[in-house]
Nanobody, 119 residues
Framework: QLQLIESGGRSVQAGGSLRVSCVASGRTFSRQNFGWFRRAPGKDREFVAAIQFNGRTFYTDSVKGRFTISKDNANYTIYLQMNDLQPEDTAVYYC?????????????WGQGTQVTVSA
């Protein structure tokens, strides 16, 4: 399993942009799939975006065209660039490793970083 540490979450106004990061430990980084999930207040943790070891990406419909997932193999870091943020994007954002899209498939999780979008 990998250790994952998220950072970059903060408060922003609607329409703004933010990039959250996730640093992973372990020498298997380049062979791993990664994902970003989020949990809004009072809701279950939901899938946001995923990136395979080969760079293939997948997004939930609500963030397509606004969010971009990427990774830097040299620095063991996964990014989620979020543009045109809306109040409904307010959530704790979690980084995950070792699975693909479905929450149950991931084997490693970070502690989360809070993103708050005000109207």
């Amino acid at each position: 399993q990998l250790q994952l540490i998220e950072s970059g979450g903060r408060s922003v106004q609607a329409g703004g942009s933010l990039r959250v990061s996730c640093v992973a430990s372990g020498r298997t980084f380049s062979r791993q799939n990664f994902g970003w999930f989020r949990r809004a207040p009072g809701k279950d943790r939901e899938f946001v975006a995923a990136i395979q070891f080969n760079g293939r990406t997948f997004y939930t419909d609500s963030v397509k065209g606004r969010f971009t997932i990427s990774k830097d193999n040299a620095n063991y870091t996964i990014y989620l660039q979020m543009n045109d943020l809306q109040p409904e994007d307010t959530a704790v954002y979690y980084c995950a490793a070792g699975g693909w899209i479905t929450k149950a498939s991931y084997t490693s999780w970070g502690q989360g970083t809070q993103v708050t979008v005000s109207a």
